[in-house]
């Protein structure tokens, strides 16, 4: 459906990012896709779509053994594919077996495609690699025989998103290797979903915040290419996409993108930027946000940590033209207190790589400014709550910058009682609701709440003021 430029447009966007290589899966794509990575030197897998689960009886076997053949023989010359790929997580959701003989069966029918796409991989073209990838747990894979089919393991993982934390991935690493350190381990999928209109100073598991996302590939990618026996990495996924089941932040997209829809970069695009390309890059985290909101931490300012992420020893920063110092740079990530002022702030950051090369970055933000005390002179407009919340939330249409919650103080504003909501899901305890919220697209602004709430307090000065209630009901 898409011409030849979008998918084209793409690649150019993985290889400007400092990529390598492309995982293009869980199917064939259009042939302009290859096209494009045989022209930029981005390497590939391609990939037949056997997803999720098998079908057991022939006609499914022998359809599997003919995509093999057909995609080898099509995709041969390309010199951009460097792996044959099949069978993606069929094992996550297997069907439920009748008894052990019903298990055993259905082990050997997986076991016996793979061993007949694998063959046939091979039969056709010896000198490029195999490979298969697993979710994170590798039981059924191991049982049924297929860690040794391939030359190479994939494995998807995402320890610190979907479970555990983020240290459990590189354990995970290490466990494989120690139990097939004669294979080749490819990372064929990681990430964290995150709404580039979320953000947060205090980020945890699925908040859908960009900042999590941030740690999230700031823990993953140093980890990967400290293993030798990493051959590879494919984060998942370059750009956000279209997934129907989903509800989470945006509803129907899967949000894990390093891109948004509309292939604008998000600050974890810039990141993998600072640490695999070798020319100059800096980068503001957040500088995209053309409004934002905070609470004064001392009279007429706002202090906020910023991170910058940058490819060189040191970066120097400046507000509105006035220095705030040079700050260095450990692992291509350097954190500055910036103290913002209401109105308009222009924030730049330089570097100067150790060859004498230099990059800046320069954004704008007008910045909304909100009183902790209203007995100062500090003028007020808007307050914007998100109750129940350590998110904030920035509403592009409106140009409105929602922020978290605060306990009321005398003289200030804030709840008053109650305890933020965190819903049960069958991926643990989660910061928000998972719900779509009909009627709207701002469903972040709905999805949190503080249950039991006696009150809600603002010692405003005289004068007239126009409240709005938002309410939603996530439990029925």
Known sequence: ALGDERHTRDAEQLKRMGANFLRIAHYPQDPAVLAACDRLG??????????????????????????????????YNSPSVCIWTYMNEVMLRPPVFADERDKADYLHWVRDIAQRCDATARSLDPARATMLPCHGNLTLYDEAGLLKIPDIIGVNLYQGWY?????????QLDRMHAAYPDKSLFVTEY?????????????????????????????????MLARPFICGAAAWNLNDFYAEPRGDAVPHVNCKGLCTLDRTPKDTYFYYQAMLRHDPVVHICGGDRRFRAGVETATGIATERVRIYANAPQVEVSLDGRTLGRFDVTDCIAEVEIPFHAGE????????????????????????????HFDNSTPFTELNVLLGSTRSFDDPQQETAWIPEQPYEAGGWGYVGGT??????????????????????????????????????????DGVYEVTLYFAELSG
């Open 42 to 75: 981005l390497l590939t897998s391609v990939e037949i779509p056997i997803v999720n689960a098998v079908t057991r009886n022939e006609a499914f076997a022998d359809c599997c053994e003919r995509m093999m053949t057909e995609m080898v023989l099509q995709n």
């Open 163 to 171: 479970g555990g934390r983020f240290t459990d991935f590189e354990k």
């Open 191 to 223: 990430g964290a979903d995150c709404d580039v209109r979320i953000r947060s100073a205090r980020p945890e598991r699925f908040d859908f915040s960009v900042d999590y996302a941030m740690l999230y590939h700031e823990h993953y990618l140093p980890q």
């Open 345 to 372: 702030n222009r924030l730049e950051a330089t570097i100067r790589t150790d060859d004498g090369r230099t990059a800046r970055h320069l954004c704008t933000t007008d910045y909304r400014l909100v009183p902790r």
């Open 420 to 461: 933020p909501w965190r819903p049960k899901t069958n991926r643990g305890t989660q910061p928000a609701s998972n719900l779509p919220i009909d009627r709207t697209r701002l469903d972040p602004m709905f999805q949190t709440q503080r249950r039991g709430l006696e009150a809600f307090r603002a010692d405003l000065p």
